[in-house]
């Protein structure tokens, strides 16, 4: 158990709709990151915040929007959703911020897979 | 930026034989490197990771890798696989910025 939760774990859903998968990081972790895990993409990093506020974007659609709130949980906005939007998400946590030389490992939690119909 | 490539998307071998996964990383500063391991219908978990101390570095279940700076690698090595290591395995760098960016993973099959 990596101490990252992730819900739901499953979700299947219809094209256009809007669903949000939630993060709960590790107990102490100020750092959530998003990826996105499809079979022809790989896992594809997506944002990442620290303590409530933006630090990097990746390949996140401008569909998709994220937050991290005060308690530090963490949303994932996914709209207008496209079958090819079905995938594994992932969130993980770290205890560092990041920055030069990240040496902090992530701890990922279990995924949310998403099956746009 | 960074980006590591991993050769061979999947790689088969008997059981009791050495497992071999490749990672090659781009880096414009010293990078710091990560295995990490995907069990069916789990997160991806920490095998080990090399942030510049010995260059070659100890993982968890066996697994080991060498930092080899001449040539851009940081293969992933075992010397006796066992059932259990049959799993999806992620190379990934971490250089400047906030980023971590993952190889596009190496399926391990362990054949009995």
């Known amino acids: 158990d990596s101490g990252v939760t992730q819900t739901p774990k499953h979700l299947i859903t219809a094209t256009g709709q809007r669903v949000t998968l939630r993060c709960s990081p590790r107990s102490g972790d100020l750092s959530v990151y998003w990826y996105q895990q499809s079979l022809d993409q790989g896992l594809q990093f997506l944002i990442q915040?620290?303590?409530?506020?933006?630090?990097a974007k990746g390949n996140i659609l401008e569909r998709f929007s994220a937050q991290q709130f005060p308690d530090l949980h963490s949303e994932l906005n996914l709209s207008s959703l496209e079958l090819g939007d079905s995938a594994l998400y992932f969130c993980a946590s770290s205890a560092q911020e990041g920055g030069v030389g990240n040496t902090g490992e992530l701890f990922f939690g279990e995924g949310s897979r998403l099956t746009v119909l | 930026a960074q980006s590591v490539t991993q050769l061979g998307s999947h790689v088969s071998v008997s059981e009791g034989a050495l497992v071999l996964l490749r990672c090659n990383y781009s880096s414009s500063v010293p990078p710091y490197l990560f295995w990490y391991v995907q069990y069916p219908n789990q997160g991806l978990q920490l095998l080990l990771k090399y942030t510049s101390a010995a260059t070659l570095v100890k993982g968890i279940n066996g697994f080991e890798a060498e930092f080899k700076k001449s040539e851009t690698s940081f293969h992933l090595t075992k010397p006796s696989a066992h059932m259990s290591d049959a799993a999806e395995y992620f190379c990934a760098v971490s250089g400047s910025g906030n980023q971590f960016y993952f190889g596009t993973g190496t399926s391990l099959t362990v054949i009995p």
């Open positions: 915040y620290y303590n409530g506020e933006e630090r």
